[in-house]
């Protein structure tokens, strides 16, 4: 089993900036690929950016450009730097974990979620 915390969610102005981070337990997770989905009131939950086992990135392209995956495996953390917020990323963000090494850019791809946290961008 591998638990799932997330934290650094919060309110900003557009155009600010937030990092989210993603802290595992449990079974290690450094060989595992993990990924970022959010989910809007009334919305599917999304893919927003993963990372492979290796350290390979892949963003949807709505972020693009803006946010950044990256993990620090001494500290068995995930971030999501996430920059030019918009009112469009208004969501619950949710941090998740795939026992295989290849990322999926769909949910059920994944076999650990964190309990998500909000992140609201005002206009």
């Known amino acids: 089993q591998v638990q799932l915390v997330e934290s650094g969610g919060g309110l900003v102005q557009a155009g600010g900036s937030l990092r989210l981070s993603c802290a595992a337990s449990?079974?290690?997770?450094?060989?595992?690929?993990m990924g970022w989905f959010r989910q809007a009131p009334g919305k599917e939950r999304e893919f927003v950016a993963a990372?492979?086992?290796?350290?390979?990135?892949f963003y949807a392209d709505s972020v693009k450009g803006r946010f950044t995956i990256s993990r620090d495996n001494a500290k068995d953390t995930v971030y999501l730097q996430m920059n030019t917020l918009k009112p469009e990323d208004t969501a619950v963000y949710y941090c998740?974990?795939?026992?295989?090494?290849?990322?999926?850019?769909?949910?059920?791809?994944?076999?650990?979620w964190g309990q998500g946290t909000q992140v609201t961008v005002s206009s």
């Open positions: 998740s974990a795939r026992s295989s090494g290849g990322v999926a850019n769909y949910p059920s791809g994944y076999n650990y």
């Open positions: 449990g079974r290690t997770s450094r060989n595992f690929a």
């Open positions: 990372l492979t086992w290796s350290g390979a990135p």
